[in-house]
């Protein structure tokens, strides 16, 4: 049976490698293997920008996308991260696209799409410059407003087998406009790429110089190793060693949003050194730290300093990562962006909050199934929904969620907030075993996480292991004591005492659990079964009418459904909620 017809308007993107047929001539195997690379580039940042690769033939590729800006962008993210991977490669051999981009309608019959539109964007790319865009008149003016680029006009062209003139545009990123809306890079969600300077030494001794640049690397090494944020080659970086350059300048050439620089200072037997973080769009200081040591063990400083700054990066970033959407339409917004939104509005922990946090962790994934950060908000929403009985937000089951959670990985490779993911969601639906084990995964991936060593203590604690939990708890606290999310951590150190029988302690962590999100009623059910303990009755009454004000459908049979807990834990626990006058 024939595929029905449907038809729809799209922005297209028809592209063409320049000088295709010499370049095989001349060395086919390499040609090969660089195309498979080119696409590579190609398929990642058309699906970041929500689009769909229809074909690809080697020498060309033709893909559709919801929107003009999500076409333009990403025919200028594929141009830039082509220049940026051919840019050791001699001259004679560079894979170089020209590229046309056009919107209009499309007739589509199963997975291929006709029309004279996709005529129209392949007779501009013939007009581009090679590794340049051309646009039509048509695609330009739904850019108004939308995308910092420069444009030159070409003039109304008269294509081959097209009746009527097109008007022709070439653009380019406007870097003057635009500072530091570098390419998404494939596998990234979209996220903002960082780059790590060489820190420099305040006299010529070599030594300095060594430890300077042996931190500057070993930073390189764990953040990509982390895969939280892309981060560029230690050679594209090292390239600014010993030269005064605006960071502003810095972040335009690299295409980064954030620079991590530093300084090394010894006197005697003691050595200082500093790192910041800089948003290298506005060139503000976003964090700097200083460091003094004994200069007894040189590597020893080293590996500290850098666990140092890089527990520091992540949670910095997504701060500022924030405050940065915030301000931007939603309707506007990448993965990465979605997902940011998504757990600003996680953490507001309004009832409203947590169904915006579920549609835009949704729209992340629809994006980019590989983002990490959306699935952990997608879990984290629909425990809130159950937890406080928000039936109308719960769409999707512990099976699908976990699926996300497998998908993610798959596709963006194992990361540490992704293995993080994983594994809660596990030891959430009661897999202790393999949760722990991924969860611990994650912490030896990345053990400067705070985010993960908090997420690894809950589990564990919940697992009737509270003795393991305690030292991650208090790893995290001095790795970001300004954590995003202090109610959870508060939360769980508040369990995890309850746990071990430290009932003053656990009533004093759910206080000020309680300061952070006073309509959380986990933190008001450890509060209440500690006043129990302690032989508090009436304190712990008082708390049991608040808890049920604010969830009146609570009961104790549902701890269980709800979150999983050794079975050991549960009598106890449901025995002290009890008493206080809390229903079954």
């Known amino acids: 049976m024939d595929s029905p017809v449907e038809r729809h308007l799209a922005a297209l993107i028809h592209a063409d490698v320049v000088g295709y047929s010499r370049l095989m001539a001349a060395d086919e195997s390499t040609t090969v293997k660089s195309v498979r690379g080119l696409q590579g580039i190609v398929e990642g940042i058309v699906r970041q920008h929500r689009g769909r690769l229809v074909d690809f033939t080697g020498d060309a590729f033709l893909a559709e996308f919801p929107s003009a800006v999500d076409a333009a962008s990403a025919a200028l993210a594929i141009q830039r991260e082509n220049e940026v991977q051919g840019a050791n490669t001699p001259e004679d051999r560079r894979l170089l696209l020209r590229i046309g981009v056009h ?6 019959e199963g997975e291929r799409i006709y029309g004279d539109a996709i005529h129209v964007a392949a007779r501009l790319q013939t007009l581009a410059e090679p590794g340049g865009v051309c646009v039509s008149g048509t695609l330009h003016e739904q850019l108004a407003g ?25 653009i380019s990123l406007d870097t003057a406009e635009a500072a530091g809306q570098s390419a998404p890079v494939p596998g990234f969600s979209g996220r903002p790429a960082i780059a790590v300077l060489a820190f420099a030494p305040f006299s010529g001794e070599p030594e300095q110089e060594y430890l300077g640049d042996g931190i ?23 390239a600014y060693k010993g030269r005064s350059v605006d960071v502003k300048q810095i972040g335009r050439e690299l295409g980064v949003a954030y620079l991590i620089e530093g300084s090394v200072r010894r006197a005697g037997t003691r050595v200082r050194v500093t790192a910041q973080l800089v948003d290298a769009r506005t060139g503000h200081h976003l964090w700097a730290e200083r460091y003094d040591r004994e200069l007894a063990d ?28 915030y ?18 509005h996680l953490d507001r922990r309004t009832r409203e909050d947590n169904a915006r946090a579920l549609q835009l962790a949704g729209h992340a994934l629809e994006l980019d199934p590989g983002c990490a950060e959306a699935v952990h908000t997608l879990q984290t929403s629909h425990v809130r929904a159950r937890l406080h009985q928000w039936n109308d937000q719960l769409t999707l089951d512990n099976r699908a969620l976990l699926g996300l959670a497998r998908r ?22 009661g897999d202790f075993a393999e949760g722990l084990e991924a969860l611990q995964r994650a912490v030896r991936l990345n053990p400067s996480s705070a985010e993960a060593l908090v ?7 919940r697992g009737d292991r509270a003795g393991e939990a305690l030292p991650l708890l208090e790893t995290a606290a001095r790795l970001d004591p300004r954590a995003s999310d202090l109610y959870f951590r508060e939360f769980t150190l508040a369990f995890t005492y309850w746990a071990l029988g430290r009932f003053e302690e656990a009533v004093g962590a759910a206080e000020r659990a309680l300061g952070h999100g006073v309509t959380q009623i986990g933190a008001l059910r450890i509060l209440v079964a500690s006043q129990v303990e302690l032989g508090q009755l009436d304190q712990a009454r008082e708390t049991a009418v608040l808890l049920l004000r604010l969830s009146p459908d609570f009961r104790i049979s549902l701890l269980e459904q709800i979150i999983p807990y050794q079975p050991a834990l549960i009598p106890r626990f449901s025995a002290a909620l009890r008493q206080a006058g809390l229903p079954e």
């Not at 919107?103 to 589509?108: F, M, P, Q, S, T």
């Not at 995308?147 to 081959?160: M, N």
């Not at 301000?327 to 600003?344: H, K």
């Not at 997420?455 to 604690?461: D, E, F, I, M, S």
């Open 298 to 325: 040189v590597f020893a400083i080293q590996d500290e300093i850098v666990d140092a700054v890089v527990a520091r990066v992540y949670p910095e970033v997504m701060r500022a990562e924030r405050d940065r959407v």
């Open 103 to 108: 919107a209009g309608e499309v007739r589509a």
């Open 455 to 461: 997420r690894l203590a809950n589990a564990l604690t």
């Open 327 to 344: 301000r931007q339409d939603p309707a506007s917004l990448d993965a990465w962006e979605s997902a940011v939104l998504a757990r600003w």
């Open 408 to 429: 993610a990985i798959e596709l963006a490779g194992d990361s540490a907030f992704g293995l993080a993911a994983l594994g809660e969601l596990l030891a959430l639906q």
């Open 146 to 170: 939308k995308l910092a680029v420069r444009v030159r006009d070409l003039g109304a062209q008269t294509l081959r087998n097209l009746a009527r003139p097109v008007q022709a545009l070439a």
């Open 216 to 238: 500057a690397e070993d930073l390189i090494t764990r953040l990509a190793t982390h895969r939280n944020f892309p981060v560029i080659a230690r050679n594209s970086s090292f």
